[in-house]
């Protein structure tokens, strides 16, 4: 419990210029720069909307870090060299955890991390998770040390830009109460600083369920979304950055509901995706809206309604149309295509997915919106696997299993669980109980790392398929490991 109130009592210190990435750049305008970024991303099938106002936030030492994506590209450009090379900061000194003694990956001690902040976060563009144990979701647990690296997450995106204080109140203690949004006071109108850190939550917030999953997240993360909309009721000063914080808000609701969604709360879910409906058809914002939809139509779908998924899909469709970006209008293919299988529509569902994989094919642009850095080959397999799953035909669904298990990144660890949850669940249906077992001991072991409902249910009926193959190789040990994960942590 004194990571958080430790982190706050620091004074807080000036970034420090990123002068080996300036000399980088060498004559070059950043404009120019960012283009031979971008240029370098897609040589490499990576996305990044890099700009000037992002090359000049890295020189000035604000990004400490940058994203994976970004890492990615930069260590393409400049073969040979690390990311301290290149000036940053290595990636364990800006996760915002407690110090500990222990080696990162690189082998480098916390000690010789860079001396600025530790407690700063890494900056990332995405695109919607965080273990708990057994415990009440509304009070901070003293053994997780997880929990402080959430709580310091949550807190600091609303102070990033220092002229935040309207929100501060709501991430300052660890536990949140009832009355914690009457306690919101706007000190003056909302500007450029909130907008930006409004922005910073979102990607914090999705950053986390990446990593942990939605259990232990959903109720922290709404005090932030209660901030999120005292801001709007100040009013800015502003039209564009009015338009920021309306945007920011709704994305920041999309993000709340998805975890709420993931964590099985459904009503919760819904009403958090009606609300950035209504924020995004209220100011115009049909990157929004499609957004919204998009989520509605995926909820909808595990809820049982299936039509309603096909029909918020296709809304999702027309309004993300003149957006100009293939790579979404794919994802809501998908969604549709969730919806015609739950319908036991095969033919509906097979047309859906071939569109699906026709507009994937074309590839990023600069149009992709950020929240989607989520989606990729190995999202498209795992979508496509759970409509085969649902039309009942389990040798396909596991092949795509399998395939999007493969393929993800290793950052996005909750999908690594949720695909191979789903393999596991597949192989068992189809009569594979060796192999299902096999895939579902993988999951358990990554379940002190993820914590989402979802997961925990798709193991629970893979379990309850395999109780019968108990004397086949390796079910009895999987059955017995999911007997004792504490009762807490499954559906």
């Known amino acids: 419990m004194a990571s958080s109130t430790v982190t ?14 300036r000399q980088l750049r060498g004559r070059r305008s950043p404009a120019e720069f960012a283009a031979l970024v971008r240029r370098a991303a897609r040589e490499i099938g990576e996305r990044v909307s890099c700009d000037a106002r992002y090359v000049g936030r890295v020189e000035a030492g604000e990004i400490r870090c940058p994203n994976y994506a970004y890492e990615r590209v930069f260590l393409h450009m400049f073969p040979g060299r690390t ?70 997450v949550l807190r600091r995106a609303f102070m990033t830009g220092g002229g935040a204080t309207v929100a501060a109140v709501t991430l300052g203690p660890l536990a949140l109460t009832t009355d914690t949004a009457a306690a919101i006071r706007p000190l003056g109108r909302p500007g450029t600083p909130e907008a930006t850190a409004l ?5 914090r917030i999705r950053l986390l369920d990446d990593r942990h999953g939605a259990d232990g997240l959903y109720r ?3 005090a932030p979304l209660r901030a999120a909309y005292a801001l709007l009721d100040a009013g800015a000063t502003r039209q564009t950055t009015a338009d920021r914080l309306h945007s920011g808000a709704g994305e920041l609701a999309i993000s709340v509901g998805w975890l709420a969604h993931d964590s ?32 509605t139509a995926f909820l909808a779908r595990d809820a049982g309604r299936p039509r309603e998924a096909v029909r ?32 036991a529509d095969r033919a509906g569902c097979e047309q859906a997915l071939a569109r699906a994989h026709a507009l994937f094919a074309r590839g990023h642009c600069e149009a992709d919106p950020e929240w989607m850095s989520f989606y990729g080959e190995a999202e498209l397999e795992g979508l496509e696997a759970q409509c085969w799953s649902t039309l009942g035909d389990w040798r396909r669904a596991s092949r795509h299993a399998r395939r999007a298990a493969h393929l993800q990144d290793p950052h996005f660890t909750r999908n690594i669980a949720l695909y191979t949850a789903e393999l596991a669940d597949d192989l068992a249906r189809e009569g594979r109980p060796d192999e299902a077992a096999a895939a579902g001991v993988r999951v358990l072991s990554l379940l002190d790392q993820v914590q989402s409902s979802r997961i925990q249910s798709m193991l629970a009926g893979t ?25 807490a942590r499954r559906v």
């Open 312 to 343: 918020a899909a296709q809304a999702a469709q027309r309004a993300a149309h003149p957006l100009g970006s293939a790579r979404l209008m794919s994802l809501l293919a998908l969604r549709e295509a969730g919806g015609w299988a739950g319908l």
């Open 83 to 152: 990311l301290t090379d290149l000036g940053f900061a290595p990636r364990s000194a800006v996760r915002g955890r407690a110090a500990r003694p222990a080696t990162d990956t690189a082998g480098e001690s916390r000690a010789a991390c860079d001396p600025y902040d530790p407690q700063e976060d890494t900056e990332h563009t995405y695109d919607p998770h965080h273990p708990y144990g057994p415990h009440d979701l509304y009070e901070p647990y003293e053994n997780d040390h997880l929990n402080h690296e959430e709580s310091d």
């Open 463 to 487: 379990a309850r398929v395999l109780l019968p193959h108990r004397r086949a190789s390796g079910v009895s040990e999987f059955l017995d490991r999911h007997a004792s994960v504490p009762r």
């Open 199 to 203: 922005e910073e939550a979102v990607r």
């Open 8 to 21: 706050s009592s620091q004074p807080e210190r000036p970034p420090r210029p990123n002068l080996a990435f």
């Open 220 to 222: 922290r993360a709404a």
């Open 264 to 295: 099985g709360r459904f009503e919760d879910a819904r009403s958090h995706y009606a609300e950035a409906l209504a924020t995004a058809r209220m100011t115009g914002d049909p990157a929004l809206e499609a957004h919204a939809f998009c989520n």
